[in-house]
């Protein structure tokens, strides 16, 4: 058993204290003892035991006791709001906003047009991010900041604990509703009337948001008055007010007529709340009251708390409950019925009837399994019909044994269509019933519906021909429906996978779906295998070229390296030698599209260093180094980052290498994008054009290989930079060569020129000459080809976070990409997403946007 507060009254002490001794032997004898008692009467408080008082139990000014959440001071025997909020710490998340809302107890909803400000700010929450832990807007936090400061004010209302309860009181309850765009309120007072004096005062009150799927404002408005019959259920079921008089009020006049009136009249939705409203509250009287006199007005707007503090409508209700015996007067004739209305019966609860918006078919994901708990649903329907000796207005006949027969999962289908029909076509349904003809523009019109079996069917052209029944008259389903996705879906499994045309052609053998064409491709486009067959992947605007390929710069201080390989290298010519795997690492100048060659023994970090070496000896200091994130590469730069952790003598070794003595800043592009590094990736695809033709099926050694590497070398930087000129000109193709030798590598011998006298000044000056020349006509002539994109010439939408799609992956089949969620976006320079940051069931990733297939967008 658990035990908390108890808080009760009595008229007068001695009612007081013999409901007290009562209440303490009863639980006394089940071992039970109650303690920690207080009172707001002096003398009731100095009859109790010493021992079983509270702590601190007297009367004093200022002194409060936590009773069910509140605090209450007997002394003024009124009660206040404890709030002792922590004040959400940077960064302010989504869930550390709700943990702090939902540290305010308020059961009784007296403070709910706080409380529902704060129940708004949080579900705007959810337009800005869907993550629990991702920091929130600068507006937002500042936003917040302004609710922890407003709630700060709590304490300062104080609302009367007794409400006037006498023995004499004539007692009245009167609810009040009232919905806005952003929430739906209702609200319950007492009025009480003793020896002519009114007194009118809060009793309860709740609220709730509007649903993010905009509704109408009647439809928030009849759900306000659900939320009031609810709400005045509860209130009415309590001891003091069984069989008092209640009054609910509305300012709604749309959601009066449909309460007072027939439901059968009202759409399915509507006419299920109304009921709903009449069940719970069936011996309410509905009124109009003006929207101004409202109470429940500013509970479905939200304030704040010394606008609430100051609120004598939402504390003492409307005046004319006091001022007034018979509070405004109700125009009984503008909601009442008339005898035509009230004529006959209305049957509410039928077989057939489908709760709102057909909540079994959303229920399920499978057309299959619907269908046969369906079966299921109609034998239980039909056994008990038989044993109450019940007529139904449908006809099943369940199977002799257990298993589904072919009979009941078709009778089981047409159930399910004329549930979706009542739910969804209730408007043409009646337009057929009573003989009405559809409107000029409406979607059905042309097919001459008509009522069959208590379905709607296409009356159409072909009732004489030779057709079956359910191919000639199709059962007509709206193309919005639950039922219509799972149909779809089911035949796409049974078709294999068909094509839009294929599935429509199955689909209108009994079926008949408007607009089915768009309804079916917009299905198919949902299917995970297709997509992954059919659909491309993402693709955005190619980026500005990076400042290192269009700014001169000293050859090889920018460069990016690859590897390549392996090639079948042996130990020696020697008879009986062995083979072993070698490489070639690459390295390309990010200016001049110089390359060079190194052979290497081993597709390792140790090797790669080697390599590095003998490049920056020959070459120079290489400031920055781009590349793909091999295994190699980040293993000569994450792992060398992580050497003093490890303690490890070798990777000291290597760290101080690359830190004191070549000083080298690597960069790496993102994981499975090597478009990022299209440089060096044609630079490997140039070397091995070179090398399958010169090499063959022959086998090198490390030394053949690494001096036919020298020579595909030379080579490549002869090649020119800029496209041949149509007609001879006196200077020579610009090529890497130029800058590295001053000259390309493969060119006719002059004469010597060892004779001529030249000062060693002026060979220098000639040699500054080369290379301000080389660079000059790099400006002019090659930076000009860099201009044009090739492809991906136009911006496309940027990835969001949020968004879910599918991973391609070369090495797996179509159908084995993993499912991810984007968890985070990289924005480039231009503010277009390139890389983002996904999540799957492995792990989190970083991936380019051409690796990415969308599939739900946030």
Same mark, same amino acid.
């Not at 702090?100 to 579900?123: E, H, N, R, T, Y």
């Given at each position: 058993?658990?035990?908390?507060?108890?808080?009760?009254?009595?008229?007068?002490?001695?009612?007081?204290?013999?409901?007290?001794?009562?209440?303490?032997?009863?639980?006394?004898?089940?071992?039970?003892?109650?303690?920690? %008692?207080?009172?707001?009467?002096? &003398?009731?408080?100095?009859?109790?035991?010493?021992?079983?008082?509270?702590?601190?139990?007297?009367?004093?000014?200022?002194?409060?006791?936590?009773?069910?959440?509140?605090?209450?001071?007997?002394?003024?025997?009124?009660?206040?709001?404890?709030?002792?909020?922590?004040?959400?710490?940077?960064?302010?998340?989504?869930?550390?906003?709700?943990?702090?809302?939902?540290?305010?107890?308020?059961?009784?909803?007296?403070?709910?047009?706080?409380?529902?400000?704060?129940?708004?700010?949080?579900?705007?929450?959810?337009?800005?991010?869907?993550?629990?832990?991702?920091?929130?807007?600068?507006? &937002?936090?500042?936003?917040?900041? &302004?609710?922890?400061?407003?709630?700060?004010?709590?304490?300062?209302?104080?609302?009367? *604990?007794?409400?006037?309860?006498?023995?004499?009181?004539?007692?009245?309850?009167?609810?009040?509703?009232?919905?806005?765009?952003?929430?739906?309120?209702?609200?319950?007072?007492?009025?009480? =009337?003793s020896q002519g004096e009114v007194r009118v005062s809060l009793l309860t009150a709740k609220t709730k948001v509007a649903p993010i799927k905009t509704l109408s404002i009647p439809r928030l408005e009849l759900c306000a008055a659900h939320l009031l019959?609810?709400?005045?259920?509860?209130?009415?079921?309590?001891?003091?007010?069984?069989?008092? #008089?209640?009054?609910?009020?509305?300012?709604?006049?749309?959601?009066?007529?449909?309460?007072?009136?027939?439901?059968?009249?009202?759409? =399915?939705?509507?006419?299920?709340?109304?009921?709903?409203?009449?069940?719970?509250?069936?011996?309410?009287? %509905?009124?109009?009251?003006?929207?101004?006199?409202?109470?429940?007005?500013?509970?479905?707007?939200?304030?704040?708390?010394?606008?609430?503090?100051?609120?004598?409508?939402?504390?003492?209700?409307?005046?004319?409950?006091?001022?007034?015996?018979?509070?405004?007067?109700?125009?009984?004739? &503008?909601?009442?019925?008339?005898?035509?209305?009230?004529?006959?019966?209305?049957?509410?609860? +039928?077989?057939?009837?489908?709760?709102?918006?057909?909540?079994?078919?959303?229920?399920?994901?499978?057309?299959?399994?619907?269908?046969?708990?369906?079966?299921?649903?109609? *034998?239980?329907?039909?056994?008990?019909?038989?044993?109450?000796?019940?007529?139904?207005?449908?006809?099943?006949?369940?199977?002799?044994?257990?298993?589904?027969?072919?009979?009941?999962?078709?009778?089981?289908?047409?159930?399910?269509?004329?549930?979706?029909?009542?739910?969804?076509?209730?408007?043409?349904?009646?337009?057929?019933?009573?003989?009405?003809?559809?409107?000029?523009?409406?979607?059905?019109?042309?097919?001459?519906?008509?009522? /069959?079996?208590?379905?709607?069917?296409?009356?159409?052209?072909?009732?004489?021909?030779?057709?079956?029944?359910?191919?000639?008259? +199709?059962?007509?389903?709206?193309?919005?429906?639950?039922?219509?996705?799972?149909?779809?879906?089911?035949?796409?499994?049974?078709?294999?996978?068909?094509?839009?045309?294929?599935?429509?052609?199955?689909?209108?053998?009994?079926?008949?779906?408007? /607009?089915?064409?768009?309804?079916?491709?917009?299905?198919?486009?949902?299917?995970?295998?297709?997509?992954?067959?059919?659909?491309?992947?993402?693709?955005? *605007?190619?980026?500005?070229?990076?400042?290192?390929?269009?700014?001169?710069?000293?050859?090889?201080?920018?460069?990016?390296?690859?590897?390549?390989?392996?090639?079948?290298?042996?130990?020696?010519?020697?008879?009986?030698?062995?083979?072993? /795997?070698?490489?070639?690492?690459?390295?390309?100048?990010?200016?001049?599209?110089?390359?060079?060659?190194?052979?290497?023994?081993?597709?390792?970090?140790?090797?790669?260093?080697?390599?590095?070496?003998?490049?920056?000896?020959?070459?120079?200091?290489?400031?920055?180094?781009?590349?793909?994130?091999?295994?190699?590469?980040?293993?000569?730069?994450?792992?060398?980052?992580?050497?003093?952790?490890?303690?490890?003598?070798?990777?000291?070794?290597?760290?101080?290498?690359?830190?004191?003595?070549?000083?080298?800043?690597?960069?790496?592009?993102?994981?499975?994008?090597?478009?990022?590094?299209?440089?060096?990736?044609?630079?490997?695809?140039?070397?091995?054009?070179?090398?399958? $033709?010169?090499?063959?099926?022959?086998?090198?050694?490390?030394?053949?290989?690494?001096?036919?590497?020298?020579?595909?070398?030379?080579?490549?930087?002869?090649? #020119?930079?800029?496209?041949?000129?149509?007609?001879?000109?006196?200077?020579?193709?610009?090529? #890497?060569?130029?800058?590295?030798?001053?000259?390309?590598?493969?060119?006719?011998?002059?004469?010597?020129?060892?004779?001529?006298?030249?000062?060693?000044?002026?060979?220098?000056?000639?040699?500054?000459?080369?290379?301000?020349?080389?660079?000059?006509?790099?400006?002019?002539?090659?930076?000009?080809?860099?201009?044009?994109?090739?492809?991906? +010439?136009?911006?496309?939408?940027?990835?969001?976070?949020?968004?879910?799609?599918?991973?391609?992956?070369?090495?797996?089949?179509?159908?084995?990409?993993?499912?991810?969620?984007?968890?985070?976006?990289?924005?480039?320079?231009?503010?277009?997403?390139?890389?983002?940051?996904?999540?799957?069931? *492995?792990?989190?990733?970083? $991936?380019?946007?051409?690796?990415?297939?969308?599939?739900?967008?946030?």
């Open positions: 058993m658990y035990m908390d507060d108890v808080l009760s009254g009595a008229f007068d002490v001695k009612l007081a204290l013999h409901k007290q001794r009562q209440l303490s032997a009863l639980l006394s004898s089940g071992g039970f003892t109650l303690a920690k %008692w207080m009172t707001n009467d002096e &003398e009731m408080l100095h009859s109790f035991d010493a021992d079983s008082l509270a702590k601190e139990a007297t009367l004093k000014v200022g002194l409060g006791f936590s009773v069910l959440g509140l605090v209450w001071e007997p002394k003024t025997d009124v009660f206040r709001f404890n709030v002792s909020l922590t004040a959400a710490t940077s960064p302010v998340t989504k869930r550390k906003v709700l943990s702090c809302i939902a540290g305010l107890f308020d059961p009784s909803g007296w403070i709910a047009p706080v409380l529902i400000s704060l129940k708004i700010f949080m579900q705007s929450l959810w337009l800005v991010t869907k993550e629990w832990d991702t920091p929130l807007p600068d507006s &937002e936090i500042e936003r917040w900041r &302004e609710f922890e400061q407003d709630l700060k004010d709590l304490p300062s209302i104080a609302i009367p *604990r007794w409400i006037g309860f006498t023995n004499d009181s004539y007692v009245e309850l009167h609810g009040f509703a009232d919905a806005s765009k952003f929430a739906y309120a209702a609200v319950i007072y007492v009025r009480l =009337v019959a609810k709400l005045a259920a509860s209130v009415a079921s309590a001891e003091e007010y069984v069989d008092v #008089p209640l009054h609910l009020w509305s300012d709604s006049k749309t959601t009066l007529h449909w309460i007072h009136g027939l439901p059968a009249r009202w759409p =399915v939705v509507v006419a299920n709340r109304c009921a709903d409203v009449i069940n719970l509250a069936p011996k309410a009287r %509905w009124h109009y009251v003006n929207t101004k006199h409202n109470p429940a007005d500013v509970a479905s707007r939200g304030c704040s708390v010394p606008a609430l503090r100051e609120d004598k409508l939402w504390w003492l209700g409307p005046e004319a409950l006091v001022e007034s015996a018979q509070p405004w007067s109700f125009e009984k004739d &503008e909601f009442l019925l008339g005898e035509s209305d009230s004529a006959g019966s209305v049957t509410l609860i +039928q077989s057939d009837v489908v709760s709102e918006d057909c909540e079994i078919i959303t229920r399920f994901s499978s057309y299959t399994r619907l269908r046969r708990v369906m079966v299921y649903l109609l *034998r239980f329907v039909t056994k008990l019909a038989a044993r109450r000796n019940v007529q139904l207005s449908l006809s099943f006949e369940p199977a002799t044994d257990e298993s589904i027969s072919v009979s009941e999962l078709d009778a089981a289908a047409l159930q399910l269509c004329r549930m979706t029909q009542i739910a969804l076509f209730s408007t043409e349904i009646n337009c057929v019933e009573s003989g009405k003809a559809f409107g000029h523009r409406h979607g059905l019109r042309n097919l001459c519906p008509m009522l /069959k079996g208590g379905l709607l069917r296409v009356g159409g052209r072909l009732d004489n021909s030779q057709l079956q029944y359910d191919c000639k008259h +199709q059962i007509i389903l709206p193309e919005k429906s639950k039922l219509v996705e799972l149909l779809t879906d089911h035949l796409h499994k049974v078709t294999l996978h068909g094509g839009a045309r294929l599935i429509i052609a199955h689909l209108r053998q009994r079926y008949w779906i408007h /607009k089915s064409a768009a309804v079916v491709g917009a299905r198919l486009r949902r299917c995970v295998v297709c997509l992954c067959y059919r659909s491309a992947t993402v693709s955005q *605007r190619m980026s500005d070229l990076p400042a290192v390929r269009v700014t001169p710069a000293r050859l090889f201080e920018n460069s990016g390296v690859d590897y390549a390989g392996p090639f079948r290298l042996k130990a020696s010519n020697h008879r009986g030698n062995w083979s072993y /795997k070698g490489y070639m690492a690459i390295f390309v100048c990010m200016s001049t599209k110089a390359v060079h060659l190194e052979a290497v023994s081993a597709y390792d970090t140790k090797s790669f260093i080697a390599a590095f070496r003998r490049f920056t000896a020959r070459r120079g200091p290489c400031r920055h180094l781009y590349s793909d994130q091999g295994t190699n590469f980040v293993g000569a730069d994450a792992e060398l980052r992580r050497l003093h952790a490890k303690s490890s003598e070798f990777y000291k070794s290597v760290i101080t290498i690359l830190s004191d003595q070549f000083e080298t800043t690597w960069h790496f592009n993102p994981p499975g994008s090597p478009h990022f590094g299209g440089l060096w990736e044609s630079g490997v695809k140039s070397v091995k054009h070179h090398l399958k $033709r010169m090499i063959g099926d022959a086998m090198l050694t490390y030394e053949e290989f690494s001096t036919l590497l020298t020579q595909i070398e030379a080579v490549l930087n002869s090649r #020119p930079l800029t496209p041949l000129p149509s007609a001879p000109e006196p200077e020579s193709v610009l090529s #890497p060569a130029h800058l590295i030798i001053g000259e390309p590598s493969f060119i006719v011998a002059e004469p010597p020129l060892t004779r001529e006298n030249v000062s060693t000044l002026e060979r220098w000056k000639r040699i500054t000459q080369f290379t301000q020349l080389f660079w000059e006509r790099w400006s002019k002539e090659y930076l000009q080809t860099l201009q044009k994109r090739c492809k991906w +010439q136009l911006p496309k939408r940027n990835l969001a976070v949020g968004d879910i799609v599918l991973v391609k992956d070369e090495l797996t089949p179509c159908a084995r990409w993993p499912l991810a969620k984007i968890i985070e976006v990289h924005l480039g320079r231009d503010g277009l997403v390139r890389v983002a940051t996904i999540a799957t069931a *492995r792990g989190s990733y970083k $991936r380019p946007v051409v690796k990415l297939i969308g599939l739900l967008e946030q």
